[in-house]
Structures are given as C-alpha cells and as structure tokens.
T-cell receptor, first 114, second 116 residues
C-alpha cells in the first residue's frame, strides 16, 4: 500500500521568512516519482517540481529548494525569503513507477503575511 | 496556445438532475483525469483514461460516468446517484506512454458545482 502524509495542515509566516513544507511517502516501490503542486486561490493546480527516487541530490532553483531523503521517505520543499504571492495550498503528489495514478497528499495551506 | 479548458466555471444543479462537465485539451496528451476536491481537502481521483475509448474507475467513481470518444475530450457526468456532488472538479492531462509515470499532470481551471 502507498501512503502520502503532509502533517502540516496550515503554516503562517511573515514575509521574507524561510518556510519548509514536509511530505512523507511510504511505499514498497523501488522506483517512483515525487511531484509538488501549488494551488493558488484561483483553484488551478500548477506543477512546481518533479524528483525521481534514485536521485537524492538536493536541488535549488531560485527561491525554491528540495530535500529528498529516501531512507526516511521524506521529500521536503523550502521557500527562501517568502513573498505574499507564495500564499497557496501546496500538495505533495507521489506516483509509483508502474502506476498511472498520482496520489495527492491532503495539502498544506501556506499564508505569507506582509 | 496549448492548455486545458473546463466549462462552465460555475454550475448549479437541482437535486435529481444529471449534469455534464466539459474538459478539452489541445496538448495532444494521451492520458486524462478527473478529480474531485472538497473544501480544505486534497484531490481524489474519480476516473482516468490512458487512451481513446478506454477509461478506468478511480477511488470515488460511484455516481459518476465518463466517455473518451476523442483524444482531446473527456467529459464527466455527475448523475443523480451521486449523493453529495457539491465540490470543485478538476480535469488534468498528461503525455502517458511508456514513461507515463515520469510526466507531470497539467490541470484545467476547474468547475465549481453546487447542488441547490
């Protein structure tokens, strides 16, 4: 069975603070992909990042960075110097290597206060 | 420009009526999906289709039906058998194929359905 957990329901920080969103994915698959999506108030989901299970190299792209640790099944997402426009719901969404379905976590609502 | 369109944006239905939500994509994607989102919750898969004329039930298919007669279209019908249809419905597509799991999904803007 596969299980994705986003334990943080809501996070609120002041603008310019760094914030990390947590995701834990439990699976017996040896190959899988991990996606993060952002859902702004408009409702449409926007793809942010994809990582595969055999690449644990952390990555930085602008203000975004990702930390994937296969040993702990964690795939965390950090926003550096947060901005009000980052306010949204963020979903962790893993996908098994042989599956056609993406599993969505329950989401973390991020609020950035000016 | 390419993308996914869903119509209408807002839909109101009386109890006991069937209603069809439209989803069209011009991305030439093989796979298409329908999700339901309830307030404060994640997405739940209703139906998905990996190829024309074929589709599979997702996790919450009861009370819904779909068709996939054309590659670019995947309409969803919410039937009167769906007891609690008020929700936000999202359509998505992805390239599919042998590397299907590698590909992200592209989402439409969604349809908000309210049962009166």
């Amino acid at each position: 069975a596969q299980k994705v957990t986003q334990a943080q329901t809501e996070i609120s920080v002041v603008e310019k603070e760094d914030v990390t969103l947590d995701c834990v994915y439990e699976t017996r698959d040896t190959t899988y992909y991990l996606f993060w999506y952002k859902q702004p108030p408009s409702g449409e989901l926007v793809f942010l990042i994809r990582r595969n299970s055999f690449d644990e190299q952390n990555e930085i792209s602008g203000r975004y960075s990702w930390n994937f640790q296969k040993s702990t099944s964690s795939f965390n997402f950090t926003i550096t110097a947060s901005q009000v426009v980052d306010s949204a719901v963020y979903f962790c969404a893993p996908r098994g290597g042989s599956a056609s379905k993406i599993i969505f976590g329950s989401g973390t609502r991020l609020s950035i206060r000016p | 420009d390419g993308g996914i369109t869903q119509s209408p944006k807002y839909l109101f239905r009386k109890e006991g009526q069937n209603v069809t939500l439209s989803c069209e994509q011009n991305l030439n994607h093989d796979a298409m999906y329908w999700y339901r989102q309830d307030p404060g919750q994640g997405l739940r898969l209703i139906y998905y289709s990996q190829i024309v004329n074929d589709f599979q039930k997702g996790d919450i298919a009861e009370g819904y039906s779909v068709s996939r007669e054309k590659k670019e279209s995947f309409p969803l019908t919410v039937t009167s058998a769906q007891k609690n249809p008020t929700a936000f419905y999202l359509c998505a597509s992805s390239p599919g194929g042998p590397r299907g799991s590698y590909n992200e999904q592209f989402f439409g803007p969604g349809t908000r359905l309210t049962v009166l």
